[in-house]
């Protein structure tokens, strides 16, 4: 239904003041033109007929805007708008029509001749017409002539309802805008009103867990300390890893919905961390009696780029998740290398050259989901009965891993099948780098003292609470370090100006001064921009680091920190240098394995096992590896656990080198 608001005189500006000059025109040619004393353009309102147009004449004495004919006076014009046809009356004092109508000769009127002015959906504006004073006999032509007329004024009203149109859509868009800015406002502030919840959250919680976590960090570095408390001391740092886990899942998620998370990429051995991840698994799931099997595919690559930290997280969800809700059977990791080519490019071939990809797929044999659970896996904070049941976790691992997967550009995908199992699967896009671009880790060895000749350092850690500056002091202090403590930004100010240190751990959150603020005085100064300054925060905002690194902030830790990023900060900014633990020299049973690999050795397996052992460093398939090692043991069985450990390794260069080459 049309909802045009058919008022003309709602609008008062240059369009409609040129329409109705036009009409002015109209009338008073159209007047001439029939001789007629007077001609109007009428329009119909709830209240009566409106002059809208009169033409100029001494004798028309119906003046344009000379208010309302009420509705039962203007009898010619209500005729036409009762039976929406054109009125033709050549003289009204003869017509029997008009017998009743004593008004019908008003003003001296006899004759008249009227058309229906619509609007484009066919209501009724009002009449276009000639009056005069006599009897009118006009020819069709003059008739015909009306209804051109007549025309004309519609295609003013067709152009004014599109102007109107126009106008609302304007008015909307103007309207819509307004409440968009104001929603995107009022999001803004809920969004920094949800930041500062973050920060304040991530502060209040991840505080007392650098305490916890720090301490028995410091307890596992004790030789003193009996193996039953130790034992005790890896469950708290357990637990505390656990409760960080949490904590950093639902500021992870806070941050993806509010477009703060990126990409930390960096070159890696994707080998060793599949690896990793399969040993750090392995024993959980012998303890559940379930096979946990690790099979990259043949034309796998080893040395990537991508963000390693955001894979190895998706990875151990899915895996964990597993493990979890599988009771029989196993997991297998399945990880192999996506074409990338693709048909229809103009190249050679005509393939087109797209990102290289890696799939990777989870596949358990548990009790599976059932269909009408699977649409709410992702979603954060939701959880399936089976979840429920388990009573274990936020829900959340699935909804960052499925955000983490499309920000390193590919997607997550679920199947299942109730009583079993369930797949997941994602991929992700990557660029294989040289092994000499990766950084070679090496095994931590524990810092025992400060390599002599160096300086006394002094250190001074500025902290509100007494337990993190104990934290630090307690970590520091056995190497040899000068400590000395401030609790808020004044006292450090002070005890700077005072006692110079080499270097300041600054804590950022401080009643009386912050750590923004001290930091700012102190760097200020030509003495202070020499002094090294750490921020140490328990925030995760990434935006938190710029502000820090601008008001003079030399680097920047987040808590709860690792000792290892202690001794390396103050490595890296101050030169310190360490006395290591030594390493124990490789073990006999190391020496011993390399003695027996060897290509004299391989030859002395049958033909056919020689095969085998090809075959399976050809495909890298776990399951031919697991049967070859276990054939071999048979016959050598210090040859088969020296296989085993460069499979482990992923050293199938080094197996391949020394079988001896098949016989053409």
């Known amino acids: 239904m049309n909802t045009y608001d058919h008022n003309l005189w709602v609008l008062d500006d240059e369009r409609h003041t040129i329409s109705l000059a036009k009409w002015q025109k109209t009338i008073d040619v159209m007047a001439n033109i029939f001789q007629a004393p007077a001609g109007f353009i009428v329009q119909h309102t709830n209240q009566g007929y409106q002059v809208v147009i009169a033409s100029q004449q001494e004798s028309n004495p119906y003046p344009a805007g000379g208010g309302v004919i009420p509705l039962n006076c203007n009898i010619f014009c209500r005729k036409i708008m009762q039976t929406r046809e054109k009125l033709y009356v050549k003289n009204a004092k003869v017509d029997p029509y008009w017998d009743d109508n004593p008004e019908v000769a008003q003003d001296g009127f006899m004759s008249y001749y009227g058309l229906l002015v619509s609007w484009p959906d066919n209501t009724p504006f009002g009449t276009i017409c000639v009056m005069d004073f006599k009897e009118t006999d006009y020819q069709k032509d003059y008739l015909d002539l009306m209804e051109e007329l007549r025309n004309l004024v519609e295609h003013d009203l067709r152009l004014f309802e599109q102007y109107q149109t126009t106008a609302k859509l304007a008015t909307n868009l103007e309207k819509n805008n307004h409440e968009l800015m104001e929603a995107k406002k009022q999001a803004d502030i809920a969004n920094q009103a949800k930041s500062s919840f973050i920060a304040n959250m991530s502060h209040e919680l991840r505080s007392p867990l650098n305490a916890i976590l720090g301490f028995t960090q410091i307890m596992t570095r004790s030789q003193t300390l009996p193996p039953e408390h130790q034992e005790s001391v890896g469950i708290i740092n357990r637990s505390g890893e656990h409760l960080l886990t949490l904590i950093n899942n639902v500021l992870d998620l806070s ?76 997991i297998s990791i399945q990880v192999s290398q996506q074409s990338s080519l693709t048909k229809g490019g103009k190249g050679e071939g005509g393939m087109i050259q797209q990102p290289k990809t890696i799939y990777f797929a989870v596949e358990d044999t548990g009790a599976g989901i059932a269909p009408e659970e699977l649409d709410k896996l992702f979603q954060a904070f939701s959880q399936t009965e089976s979840g429920k049941q388990a009573q274990e976790g936020t829900g959340l691992g699935l909804s960052i891993s499925r955000k983490f997967a499309e920000l390193m550009g590919g997607e997550m995908r679920v199947t299942s099948r109730v009583g079993e199992g369930t797949v997941f699967s994602f991929d992700i896009q990557y660029q294989e780098v040289a092994a000499t ?67 300041i751990w600054m804590d950022l959150r401080m009643p009386v001064m912050d750590g923004f603020e001290a930091t700012q005085k102190i760097k200020a100064s030509t003495k202070g921009k020499a002094t ?10 990434e935006e938190e680091r710029a502000v820090v690194l601008s008001v003079g902030c030399d680097d920047f830790l987040h808590k709860p920190f690792r000792d290892e990023q202690i001794f390396k900060a103050l490595e890296q900014h101050i030169g310190i240098r360490y006395i290591y633990e030594e390493i124990e020299p490789p073990s006999e049973d190391n020496a011993q394995q390399k003695e027996v690999l060897t290509a004299e050795n391989l030859q002395a397996l049958s033909p056919e096992l020689q095969r085998q052992l090809r075959q399976a460093v050809i495909s890298a398939s776990k399951k031919k590896i697991e049967a070859v090692v276990a054939a071999i043991a048979e016959q050598n069985p210090a040859l088969s656990e020296a296989i085993a450990t460069c499979f482990h390794n992923f050293e199938y260069d080094t197996i391949l080198d020394l079988i001896p080459k098949e016989e053409v």
Request: avoid cysteine; charged fraction near 30%; charge should be negative.
């Open 532 to 541: 090294t300054i750490i921020a140490l925060t328990a925030s995760v905002l």
């Open 437 to 503: 671009d990766v950084e070679v880790l090496r095994a931590k060895r524990r810092i025992i003292a400060l390599e002599p000749g160096q300086p006394r350092y002094r250190i001074l850690i500025v902290d509100d609470k007494p337990v993190n500056r104990q934290l630090l002091i307690h970590l520091l202090n056995p190497l040899g370090f000068e400590l000395q403590e401030a609790s808020n930004g004044k006292e450090a100010i002070k005890m700077w100006e005072e006692w110079e240190p080499h270097l």
């Open 255 to 330: 941050q993806i919905e509010a477009g703060r998370i990126t990409l930390n990429e960096k070159n890696f051995d994707l080998h060793r961390l599949l690896d990793d991840i399969h040993d750090m698994f392995q024993l959980k799931a012998n303890d559940q009696g379930l096979q946990l099997l690790l099979e990259p595919a043949e034309n796998l690559p080893r040395y990537i780029r991508t963000d390693e930290v955001k894979l190895r997280q998706i990875l151990i969800n899915l895996i964990n998740n597993a493990l979890k809700f599988t009771e029989r059977g196993g």
